[in-house]
């Protein structure tokens, strides 16, 4: 899966933002049958929909029709058919638990109690306080800051959100509401979309008493301080999810994967299904260390168990780029080994990888400045209150992908970008990587179209194998047919170790030596070496 973030992929038109028609130009670049290609098998979608852009994109305005920003309906309908001509998934994303302020069902719903929206959002008269003073419903708090419930003084009462006060949430315990989700989402799948992920979808579902959430003593924001006991993970989610995906499969080659949001990780593997995954953060969370990666997958293999089927992320729109985590502060070379170590384990643990768009070439967070943060919560904080909101910058991941086709913007846009472009554009692109064999998008091009042909890589069962020596992290995958080895060396020096087998093993692939992958032969009791940040895949003979 490979994650597109529309405004920043690549754009038709100049005028700084990436759109429908760019991303259909570049269909070739993801995936054009042959191995030139990066070979990814599916594409999710960061919201197309009309937005005011309030949390950029996943504020929707009109769930039916397309930002004029990236296109139209027939762009969209082009899309889908030239991805499917070249064997490619298209995936939306769904922005459920919420509306935009400015969709017609808010605006109808807060200017008439009694009509047929009245009762299509979460209205409520709120308290006194003391002295009298109006205070909201209950404590809960807005996941970006401050309090969920805002006044409405059209309507004169409080509506809850989750996120931005431009973010209402809608009342998924009211039928009607629920009937025009499907019904929209039924009509995209018959548009031809192969499935979707579901934006929080844990928060679909509150409390029917509104009831206040518990206190905790520790965190470092609002949000964190309560127990989220009533605004989240609500028992009646589990009905909707069944009606919702027996919708989705009657599409048949249709998925989903679900964002679970700031919740306990077995709620990943408790709302899978087949062809339904569910995000667990548990690898995004985790630092580059061997003991870190291997208990992190020690827990998602007991979590999951063979019959589950995780997802593995290292990135994402929310997150910062998985180079400049895993190696902060890290030179080039340094960063790009990291990146083709990440990579592997990225493609070869198990579980369905998804890639976000940029990864591919090592990108890493671009600073921008503060006259310059689009992202709502980091500007809500606002300088002083930083320290009350502490929010990381989102938009230090978001920066447009530089295709160094020449002109400016590393050939992203010949307008000005809607963000800053990374300062390395000239060098850091997708040109520049296409003619060097051990750049990070040759790795995971490789690696991808490797994962292709051994089915081990993809479906094989997971068992970790324990060295003498804390800095590697080795495991094995197999299927009935074949056995491979991944082997990871986290630290910055060279490290040696034996691998326990009575069989002959042969390289697969090698983040040091792209160009001679067969080049090694490991037989029975043999030692491995292998050199800082490098990593490699065996093939048992
Ligand atoms: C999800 C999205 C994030 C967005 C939030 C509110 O977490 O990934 O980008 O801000 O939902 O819609």
Do not use: C
Request: net charge neutral.
């Amino acid at each position: 899966m490979y994650q597109v973030y529309p405004r920043s992929f690549a754009d038709s038109n100049d005028d700084g933002f990436g759109d429908l028609p760019g991303l259909i130009d570049k269909l070739d670049y993801l995936n054009d049958g042959t191995e030139r290609s990066l070979g990814i098998d599916a594409i999710w979608l960061s919201p197309i929909h009309p937005s005011p852009g309030f949390d950029v994109g996943y504020d929707v305005a009109d769930y039916d029709a397309i930002d004029p920003i990236f296109g139209t309906l027939d762009d969209f309908g082009r899309l889908v058919a030239e991805a499917h001509r070249r064997g490619i998934r298209l995936m939306l994303d769904l922005v459920m638990n919420h509306t935009s302020s400015e969709h017609g069902w808010f605006e109808q719903s807060r200017r008439d109690p009694n009509g047929a929206y009245g009762d299509w959002y979460l209205w409520r008269d709120g308290r006194r306080g003391r002295f009298g003073r109006r205070i909201p419903p209950n404590n809960w708090s807005s996941f970006f800051g401050g309090s969920a419930w805002t006044w409405d003084e059209v309507r004169g009462q409080y509506y809850l959100h989750t996120f931005l006060p431009e973010q209402p949430d809608v009342n998924w315990r009211n039928p009607a509401v629920r009937e025009a989700m499907l019904t929209m989402v039924r009509g995209w799948l018959e548009r031809g979309v192969d499935g979707f992920r579901l934006d929080v979808f844990n928060a679909f579902f509150k409390d029917a008493d509104l009831r206040s959430n518990p206190r905790r003593y520790r965190g470092r924001r609002p949000y964190d301080r309560q127990v989220h006991l009533y605004d989240k993970d609500q028992p009646e989610l589990v009905d909707f999810l069944a009606e919702f995906r027996a919708l989705v499969d009657s599409f048949p080659g249709s998925m989903t994967v679900g964002e679970l949001f700031s919740s306990d990780p077995i709620g990943a593997v408790r709302l899978s299904a087949p062809r339904h995954l569910v995000f667990d953060w548990w690898l995004i969370k985790t630092p580059w260390k061997a003991p870190s990666f291997v208990r992190a997958s020690q827990m998602r293999e007991a979590m999951f168990r063979e019959s589950g089927w995780p997802t593995v992320v290292l990135g994402n729109h929310d997150q910062s780029r998985l180079a400049s985590r895993l190696a902060p502060r890290a030179d080039a070379t340094t960063s790009d080994e990291v990146a083709r170590a990440a990579a592997v384990l990225s493609l070869s643990l198990r579980g369905t990888p998804f890639l976000y768009y940029g990864e591919e070439i090592g990108a890493r967070d671009v600073a921008v400045t503060w006259e310059e943060i689009i992202d709502p919560p980091a500007r809500r904080g606002g300088r002083l209150v930083r320290r009350l909101v502490p929010w990381w910058n989102r938009d230090q991941a978001r920066s447009p992908m530089p295709w160094g086709r020449g002109g400016p913007n590393g050939g992203f846009t010949a307008g000005r970008p809607w963000l800053r472009m990374a300062p390395d554009v000239d060098t850091r692109n997708v040109a520049v990587q296409d003619d060097d064999s051990g750049s990070v998008l040759n790795a995971y091009r490789r690696l991808l179209w490797l994962r292709r042909r051994h089915p081990a890589m993809q479906v094989g069962t997971y068992r970790h194998v324990p060295t003498r020596t804390p800095d590697v992290y080795v495991y094995e995958r197999a299927t009935d047919d074949e056995t491979i080895i991944v082997a990871v060396n986290f630290a910055a020096k060279e490290r040696s170790f034996g691998i326990r087998t009575s069989r002959r093993w042969r390289t697969l692939f090698d983040t040091h030596a792209p160009d001679g992958a067969a080049s090694r032969e490991i037989s029975a009791g043999g030692e491995l070496t292998l050199q800082p940040r490098q990593a490699v895949i065996l093939l048992g003979a």
